[in-house]
């Protein structure tokens, strides 16, 4: 049907109105329960993942997934008693991507998680422990939120900024520190090597007694790692030794849990980082595996 208004001196427009032809009252569509279940982590899959029917019950966990295409939802209020996690090899941005719920969360593994920014630490009181290297970090302001924080692993992330020492300063529970691989280490050390940069964190940090996994108080003897100094040393350019960091950075370690022996349950004191427990690829002191989700 179609009217139209008779034009006037006033009113030169006109109105069309034509009947709908179809479904006058469509009805929305109805997603699959089973989908809903995929793009979430919801307590069956949380029951799945950690082997527990009593989620209460889960203390560790050991994910990979990428959020990007499944979110976590607030799945730390589905395990309320969960203190350690570990999510290495997973892309997970942004640390508010873990939701507000993980309250009991001590320790955070996210090495090679391709995270950014750590918006979202403020949730997370109760951490001591975060490991975090091989990421693209730039920004350590929020750390300032974590007041019994004990151990932060940083290595080769994107810290080019000498003044970011200055918010680890206000960690004053920070014990062990872990900075080599990022660009302001090669600004601190200057003509004088690590001996400079070395004495310049201690300085900025009072709190510490580790810094890159070597005591702040034995003579500042090199860790067994080969590190940004000693590469250089050994007549490595810079720009080349941030080549490789880049692609340890996107090269994910896959070690087979059956040749692995299974690390001791009770973690080492915050005062000394055992190495290996901050970079075991999937054999960790966790109690499950890793899953792709």
């Given at each position: 049907?179609?009217?139209?208004?008779?034009?006037s001196?006033?009113?030169?427009?006109?109105?069309?109105?034509t009947?709908?032809?179809?479904?006058?009252?469509?009805?929305?569509l109805v997603?699959?329960?089973?989908?809903?279940?995929?793009?979430?982590?919801?307590?069956?899959?949380l029951?799945?993942?950690?082997?527990?029917?009593?989620?209460?019950?889960?203390?560790?966990?050991e994910?990979?997934?990428?959020?990007?295409?499944?979110s976590l939802?607030?799945?730390?209020?589905?395990?309320?008693?969960?203190?350690?996690l570990k999510?290495?090899?997973?892309v997970?941005?942004?640390?508010?991507?873990?939701?507000?719920?993980?309250?009991?969360?001590?320790?955070?593994?996210?090495?090679?998680?391709?995270?950014?920014?750590?918006?979202?630490?403020?949730?997370?009181?109760?951490?001591?422990?975060l490991?975090?290297?091989?990421?693209?970090?730039h920004?350590?302001?929020?750390?300032?939120?974590?007041s019994?924080?004990?151990?932060l692993?940083?290595?080769?992330?994107?810290?080019?900024e000498?003044?970011?020492?200055?918010?680890?300063a206000?960690?004053?529970?920070?014990?062990?520190?872990?900075?080599?691989?990022n660009?302001?280490?090669?600004?601190l050390?200057g003509?004088?090597?690590?001996?400079s940069?070395?004495?310049?964190?201690k300085?900025?940090?009072?709190?510490?007694?580790?810094?890159?996994?070597?005591?702040?108080?034995?003579g500042?003897?090199?860790?067994?790692?080969?590190?940004?100094?000693?590469?250089?040393?050994?007549?490595?350019?810079?720009?080349?030794?941030?080549?490789?960091?880049?692609a340890?950075?996107?090269?994910?370690?896959?070690?087979?849990?059956?040749?692995?022996?299974?690390?001791?349950?009770?973690?080492?004191?915050?005062?000394?980082?055992d190495?290996?427990?901050?970079?075991?690829?999937?054999?960790?002191?966790?109690?499950?595996?890793?899953?792709?989700?």
């Amino acid at each position: 049907r179609k009217h139209r208004m008779a034009k006037s001196p006033l009113h030169s427009a006109s109105v069309h109105i034509t009947e709908y032809v179809g479904v006058p009252n469509p009805q929305p569509l109805v997603r699959d329960d089973k989908q809903v279940a995929r793009d979430y982590l919801s307590p069956s899959k949380l029951k799945e993942l950690s082997g527990c029917n009593a989620l209460t019950q889960v203390h560790r966990l050991e994910l990979q997934l990428d959020t990007a295409e499944s979110s976590l939802g607030n799945f730390g209020l589905y395990v309320p008693n969960l203190t350690e996690l570990k999510l290495e090899d997973s892309v997970v941005p942004c640390i508010r991507d873990l939701g507000t719920g993980l309250h009991a969360l001590k320790v955070l593994w996210m090495p090679r998680c391709k995270l950014c920014e750590l918006d979202g630490l403020a949730a997370l009181q109760n951490l001591q422990e975060l490991y975090v290297a091989f990421n693209e970090i730039h920004d350590l302001s929020l750390v300032t939120m974590l007041s019994h924080l004990q151990v932060l692993d940083l290595e080769s992330n994107n810290l080019d900024e000498v003044d970011q020492l200055g918010y680890l300063a206000l960690c004053q529970n920070l014990r062990s520190l872990t900075l080599e691989g990022n660009p302001l280490c090669t600004q601190l050390a200057g003509e004088g090597g690590e001996e400079s940069y070395r004495s310049y964190v201690k300085k900025a940090v009072p709190s510490l007694t580790h810094l890159d996994d070597v005591s702040v108080t034995t003579g500042d003897v090199l860790s067994s790692k080969s590190s940004l100094f000693s590469l250089s040393n050994a007549g490595m350019d810079t720009r080349d030794w941030h080549a490789v960091q880049g692609a340890i950075k996107c090269t994910p370690i896959r070690v087979d849990q059956r040749n692995t022996s299974p690390h001791e349950d009770t973690p080492p004191s915050p005062g000394h980082v055992d190495r290996e427990r901050r970079h075991d690829g999937d054999s960790s002191d966790l109690t499950h595996g890793a899953q792709v989700i």
